[in-house]
């Protein structure tokens, strides 16, 4: 008798296995089943990878797989379904990823399905899915896709700036003009005109022999003031024609010469003619043969008075406190005595003065420093027969007398100041000397007395002195001075020369000037004038004497001390003197002399380039030691030579306190302001500051250092904070005296630099 099974059970009542289930385990589990229930089928312990259903029978879809389906596809491509067991994208990667997922998004530089697509080169980061430079092109491109050269006469950055207007065509990237510039102009960005003997395109073309060796024309070479002697043309490229010389050409040879044919630039005849005994060809070599021992004779028997006159000229006076500048009578050559250490008029005794305990202590003194230059009869002679040229009109060959210095024998010429008389003298000298710089130290006026006459023209208002066209071509003021380029043109000779003048305006006119202020200007004279060994310094005062040997000595001891680390202010001076009487007239200049040498040894006056400064005020504020920081030894260096001054400096501001509130810090007497008032028994003192702070130091003292460094800066292009700030602090030791203040005057001017900077750029 048979007997039925239960489902889940076979034949021999066990229950099913190797998944099967139901009646006599007949049925088969779903093979995505990992296993079944043996009744029903249901999977009850879960799918295989990428299946779900309660039989397991459905596929992950939607965009899931793995286990139970719950971890989330990558990107696939059209967002189709991954691989439903482990996820990769069969049919690649969506625009912007990679990878067997798909789910890693590309690297910078790479864009669409599976990152195989490189941005372009052009772009600086292109959009991963599409490919477009959002963030922009590089310089030279624009576009979408950055594929398009900027057009001709655009550059940089999506091609929005133009390129200098006078390239022919510039780099689309930098806008350097790399293609060359319009005739005439060079550089980078073609804004500098041609020079250097240089004109036309790419400035390749040598000018012709414009006068003196002048730049030409930079487009068109032309000579603006005519040819070299020898040549003629717009250009002066031609020569001059058989029988023609000089400038432009316009002169004729000699008859004298053999067919006419002389030396083009002068007129010397290359062969002479031979001459014939017609007295009227004699005539002209008579008059030569008579003419010249006559002018020597001439010459000599002059030049024997003049020495003999001279020989019985008083000698000269010494140092007088009573005399003033404008009182002294130019009597000629004789010689004096300077109040040296020991005499007897109660003055201290000063003596040859070592520089600084840094420079070399030996007493090394050369006589061939001192010696000046004393008039010979040859140099006589060649000045009576300059003046003789002039046809008499020099008649004031006194009014200078010439000066060695250490570089030369005749590197000065001290003169007194022209007046209407001697205006064309004044301009004759300058031209015969070669004379480049002028250094003037008086006023025109000082209180009611005439000084000097003006000798040179307003702007745009050229004016003539005897032989010379003068031009006002600059003119810039300063605090103490005031410098003024000046174009010379010779009408005889058909020449031009550049003469600089430098006018000292600070020197009051009874006593001396500031020390410090008057190094400022002798700095500003010795860094920016163009003076050569060709000609001499030509300085002046009203009589010549007094100011005039008082900046000679100056210059002339700095220049010695700076070679030698000793001076002899006594010896030069007198060495001086035995040209021309009471040369340093007073004693306050004799010891102006000595205070300007002390000041300028203890810390010399030097203007930094702008990139100079810019260095020294990047490491002014970081933390590097002190003896790498130049900001600070400069800093370190003021502090020792700040002025010490005593009660007695403070008087007048220390009988008026009890009227005023609060301040520890007083002016000084010498630089309080006074003020007048018609109120009874009201005093003139006034506590007065041009900027208001609580205590008068603090901050102003930073305030005007900055101004003043800035004024430089603009004026010259250089700057020198050491000096602004000692300036200050002769005036007031309290101004700037702490190392944050000087430093913050290096930052604020550096950040106003760069500000400047930043604009002129941005307005181009």
């Given at each position: 008798m048979l007997s039925a099974c239960y489902t889940g059970q076979n034949s021999q009542d066990i229950e099913c296995s190797n998944n099967t289930f139901g009646r006599n385990c007949q049925e088969k589990c779903n093979r995505t089943c990992i296993t079944c229930d043996i009744v029903t089928g249901i999977c009850d312990s879960g799918c295989h990878l990428g299946w779900k259903g309660?039989?397991?029978?459905n596929a992950c879809d939607g965009n899931f797989y793995g286990a139970n389906c719950s971890l989330q596809c990558g990107n696939c491509m059209n967002n189709t379904q991954c691989h439903n067991a482990y996820g990769y994208c069969t049919g690649g990667c969506a625009s912007g990823f990679n990878g067997t997922k798909c789910d890693t998004e590309c690297s910078d530089g790479y864009f669409g399905p599976n990152c195989r697509e490189a941005c372009n080169e052009t772009c600086k980061s292109c959009n991963k899915?599409?490919?477009?430079?959002?963030y922009g092109c590089k310089p030279g491109w624009k576009g979408d896709f950055c594929e398009t050269k900027c057009q001709d006469g655009y550059f940089g950055e999506n091609c929005i700036r133009e390129c200098p207007d006078k390239c022919y065509s510039c780099n689309k990237s930098s806008g350097i003009c790399d293609l060359g510039c319009h005739p005439g102009l060079k550089g980078t960005y073609c804004t500098e005109e041609c020079d250097g003997g240089l004109f036309g395109v790419n400035c390749s073309t040598p000018c012709g022999h414009c006068l003196n060796n002048q730049q030409c024309h930079h487009i068109n070479g032309t000579c603006a003031k005519g040819c070299d002697p020898g040549f003629m043309g717009d250009n002066c490229t031609e020569e001059c024609t058989k029988g023609r010389f000089g400038h432009d050409c316009l002169k004729n040879?000699?008859?004298?010469c053999v067919n006419r044919t002389c030396e083009k630039k002068d007129g010397s005849c290359k062969q002479i003619a031979t001459q014939t005994s017609d007295s009227n060809n004699t005539s002209p070599f008579v008059g030569v043969g008579v003419g010249l021992p006559f002018l020597l004779i001439a010459s000599v028997l002059v030049f024997i008075v003049v020495k003999r006159h001279r020989k019985s000229s008083p000698h000269a006076q010494p140092l007088n406190n009573n005399r003033r500048d404008d009182e002294m009578k130019l009597t000629g050559q004789g010689n004096s005595k300077i109040n040296t250490p020991g005499s007897s008029n109660g003055r201290p005794a000063i003596e040859t003065t070592p520089l600084s305990e840094g420079m070399n202590g030996m007493i090394v003194e050369?006589?061939?420093?001192?010696?000046?230059?004393?008039?010979?009869?040859d140099i006589a002679i060649d000045k009576l027969e300059a003046a003789i040229a002039e046809k008499g009109k020099n008649e004031n060959e006194g009014f200078r007398k010439e000066y060695a210095g250490?570089?030369?024998k005749k590197e000065y010429i001290a003169a007194q100041g022209p007046k209407p008389n001697t205006l064309g003298d004044f301009?004759?000298?300058?031209?015969?000397?070669?004379?480049?710089?002028i250094v003037m130290v008086t006023n025109l006026k000082e209180g009611e007395k005439l000084k000097c006459n003006k000798y040179w023209p307003d702007k745009d208002k050229p004016a003539t002195y005897g032989p010379v066209l003068v031009t006002l071509l600059e003119e810039k003021e300063y605090a103490f001075y005031t410098t003024r380029q000046l174009s010379v043109y010779n009408k005889e000779l058909k020449n031009t020369r550049v003469v600089t003048q430098y006018h000292y305006t600070a020197w009051p006119d009874h006593g001396v000037p500031e020390p410090l202020g008057l190094l400022s200007f002798h700095s500003h004279v010795m860094n920016t004038s163009a003076n050569n060994s060709q000609g001499p310094t030509t300085v002046h005062c009203s009589a010549g004497v007094g100011r005039t040997g008082t900046y000679i000595a100056l210059d002339a001891l700095f220049q010695m001390g700076k070679g030698k680390g000793i001076v002899n202010v006594a010896e030069f001076v007198a060495k001086m003197r035995q040209n021309r009487v009471s040369m340093v007239q007073t004693y306050e200049q004799y010891i102006t002399i000595f205070l300007a040498l002390n000041e300028i040894f203890k810390a010399p006056i030097k203007a930094d380039s702008m990139a100079e400064f810019s260095s020294k005020a990047n490491k002014a504020g970081t933390n590097i030691p002190a003896n790498q920081n130049p900001a600070r030894k400069e800093f370190q260096l003021l502090s020792k030579i700040r002025p010490n001054y005593t009660k007695d400096d403070y008087k007048f501001a220390m009988n008026s306190i009890a009227d005023k509130q609060g301040g520890g810090i007083l002016p000084l007497d010498k630089y309080s302001?006074?003020?007048?008032?018609?109120?009874p028994k009201r005093g003139s003192y006034i506590n007065a500051i041009t900027v208001s702070v609580n205590d008068g130091a603090s901050l102003c003292g930073l305030f005007v250092a900055v101004h003043n460094v800035i004024q430089q800066m603009n004026m010259d292009d250089r700057v020198d904070v050491f000096t602004a700030v000692r300036q200050l602090q002769i005036r007031r030791p309290e101004f700037?005296?702490?190392?944050?203040?000087y430093e913050m005057i290096y930052r604020t001017v550096l950040d106003y630099n760069q500000n400047e900077s930043e604009s002129i750029y941005c307005n181009q």
């Open positions: 309660d039989y397991c029978e899915t599409s490919g477009v430079c959002e040879c000699s008859s004298l050369d006589p061939e420093y001192f010696n000046v230059t004393k008039t010979t009869p250490p570089n030369r301009w004759r000298m300058i031209w015969q000397e070669r004379v480049t710089t302001l006074h003020l007048s008032t018609g109120i700037c005296a702490k190392f944050e203040e």
